[in-house]
C-alpha cells in the first residue's frame, strides 16, 4: 500500500515483545535485550512479556505465569530500568486483544495467508491449525499500535509482520478516514548481534526450540556449562583468519567470531587482529572467559529475582497500570473513530 499523505505527528515511541516459552539464551539477550537498554536512552521504551502470543500453540498453564516473570526477570538482569521504560505482561492489559479485533475487521485474508511464519508453524496440516495461530499477527499489529508505536526493534524474521502492520494501520486510517490517526512504525535494526546463530550449526539461527542444549547457551547456564558447550561448539580444522573475508564460507567461525565481537564490543576484525593465524584450542577457552564475565551477572541477578518473585510481580503490575494508561487513551480515540457507542 502506499503511504497516507498525512503522517502521524505525535511523540516517537519503542515497542518490543519477547515470548515465555523456553529459558532465553545468548542470542536473546545480544539480539534484543543489550539493544533494549541502549533504546531507552533515546526513546519511550515499552517492552511487553507476550503471553496472548504464547498460547497460540499448547502451554502448561502452570508454567505460563512462572515464565512470564522469568522473560520479566531477564529484562531488569539485562539493565532495562523499570522506572524508565515499562515492562508488563501482554494479557494484563485488555486493550490489546480489543484492538486487535477491530483490526481484524481492517486486515485481510490475502494478507494472512502470505505469512511465511504461519506457513513453517503450521505445516502440512494447515487445517488444523488454530485461528489463533493465523491470526496473531494481527494481534501483532494491535500490540504496536495500541500504543502508537513508531518505532520496532526487528530481526530479519519479523519484517513481513511489521509490513503488515503497517498494511493495517494504513488501511484502518483510510477506511475510517482518519490520516494520521495510526503511525506507520518504523523497523529499528539492531545492528551486530541481531542474529546469533547455533553453536552446533552455523546455518541455523540460535533457538530456545532446538533439541540440543549444546546448540545455545542459555542464560542461567553456569560457567562450567558455557565453558562446555563453547568448547564442545562445531568448527573446522582450519586456524583463524587474519581478515573478516577470511571467514567467508565458514559459518562456524563466523558465528564464533561474531559473539566474541558483540560481547567483547569491538569489531570483528579487531577480534581476528588479536586471535588471527590461532586455532581453535586458543580462542575457545578465551571466548569461554569473556561469555562467563558477561553473562555471570546477569544470570545471578536473575537467580535473585526468581528467589524474590514479588519484586518481579511488582514490577509487572506498575507497567500494567502505565501501559494500560496508555493503551485505554489510544482505544477511546479508536472506539470514537469507529462509530461505537458510549454513554
Request: proline fraction near 6%; hydrophobic fraction near 40%; charge should be negative.
Amino acid at each position: 500500500m502506499n503511504d497516507q499523505t498525512i503522517s502521524y505527528t505525535g511523540p516517537e515511541r519503542v515497542f518490543s515483545g519477547v515470548q515465555p516459552s523456553g529459558s532465553l539464551h545468548l542470542g536473546n539477550y545480544l539480539g534484543a535485550l543489550v539493544k533494549f537498554v541502549a533504546m531507552q536512552e533515546e526513546r519511550d521504551c515499552i517492552f511487553c512479556v507476550v503471553d496472548l502470543h504464547a498460547i497460540t500453540v499448547p502451554q502448561d498453564p502452570k508454567r505460563l505465569a512462572a515464565q512470564t516473570r522469568e522473560i520479566a526477570a531477564a529484562f531488569i538482569a539485562a539493565g532495562v530500568d523499570p522506572k524508565r521504560s515499562i515492562i508488563f505482561a501482554q494479557s494484563s492489559v485488555g486493550a490489546h486483544a480489543e484492538l486487535a479485533w477491530i483490526l481484524n475487521c481492517s486486515a485481510r485474508m490475502g494478507w494472512l495467508e502470505r505469512m511465511t511464519q504461519f506457513k513453517d508453524k503450521a505445516g502440512k496440516d494447515r487445517e488444523r491449525a488454530s485461528v489463533g495461530l493465523f491470526a496473531y499477527p494481527v494481534l501483532q499489529a494491535a500490540d504496536i499500535l495500541v500504543y502508537r508505536a513508531t518505532h520496532v526493534p526487528t530481526g530479519e524474521d519479523q519484517k513481513q509482520h511489521l509490513e503488515l502492520t503497517r498494511d493495517i494501520a494504513d488501511r484502518f486510517n483510510r477506511d475510517f478516514d482518519a490520516p494520521g490517526f495510526f503511525p506507520l512504525p518504523e523497523p529499528l535494526t539492531t545492528g551486530p548481534g541481531a542474529r546469533i546463530m547455533s553453536l552446533k550449526d552455523g546455518s541455523k539461527k540460535m533457538s530456545k526450540s532446538d533439541p540440543s542444549e549444546l546448540s545455545r547457551i542459555n542464560l542461567l547456564d553456569t560457567s562450567d556449562e558455557i565453558a562446555r558447550k563453547i568448547k564442545k561448539a562445531t568448527t573446522d580444522p582450519d586456524a583463524l583468519p587474519s581478515e573478516p573475508d577470511g571467514l567467508e564460507g565458514r559459518a562456524e567461525a563466523r558465528n564464533l567470531v561474531g559473539i566474541y565481537a558483540v560481547l567483547a564490543g569491538i569489531s570483528e576484525a579487531e577480534v581476528l587482529g588479536q586471535f588471527g593465524g590461532q586455532g581453535f584450542g586458543v580462542f575457545k577457552p578465551a571466548l569461554a572467559e569473556l561469555a562467563v564475565e558477561k553473562l555471570g551477572p546477569v544470570a545471578e541477578r536473575m537467580r535473585q529475582l526468581a528467589d524474590n518473585p514479588s519484586e518481579v510481580d511488582r514490577v509487572l503490575a506498575d507497567g500494567a497500570d502505565r501501559a494500560g494508561a496508555i493503551a485505554e487513551g489510544v482505544l477511546k480515540d479508536v472506539r470514537q473513530t469507529v462509530g461505537f457507542w458510549s454513554p
